[in-house]
């Protein structure tokens, strides 16, 4: 057996100022839309029991797995959201890294940053 068995490099960590100081607007927006859905829904549940959905009232289906549907919904977003968040900082750390590379290339002698 092989004693040399080394695991893959994990990938290195984000930056922490990307997730907890350029988007807490978005973890706010989340959670408020959570306090919402987890109060608000139950709250209200009372008035919308006269309409129904099939044999149960319209109040039990949001309560019961309405809820449940849109903290998935919640978690999926804040995944997208964050994904798309990392590709546009690494785009920009690309496009800071050609730039510098660009104006060493250049030979003036002068160090921009």
């Known amino acids: 057996m092989n004693a040399n068995l080394e695991p893959a490099d994990p990938l290195p960590p984000l930056p922490p100022q ?11 927006a989340l959670l408020l839309f959570w306090a919402a859905v987890a109060f608000g829904v139950p709250f209200f549940a009372r008035q919308l029991q006269a309409w129904t959905t099939g044999p149960w009232p319209l109040g039990y289906w949001l309560v019961a797995q309405g809820a ?4 998935i919904a919640i978690v999926v977003f804040y995944a997208w959201a ?25 030979g003036d002698g002068t160090r921009h940053g």
């Open 82 to 106: 964050m994904s798309y968040f990392e590709r546009q900082h690494q785009g920009a750390g690309a496009a800071d890294a050609a730039s510098e590379a660009a104006s060493d290339a250049s």
């Open 18 to 28: 990307l997730h907890d100081l350029q988007h807490p607007w978005l973890k706010a």
């Open 68 to 71: 449940v549907l849109m903290f």
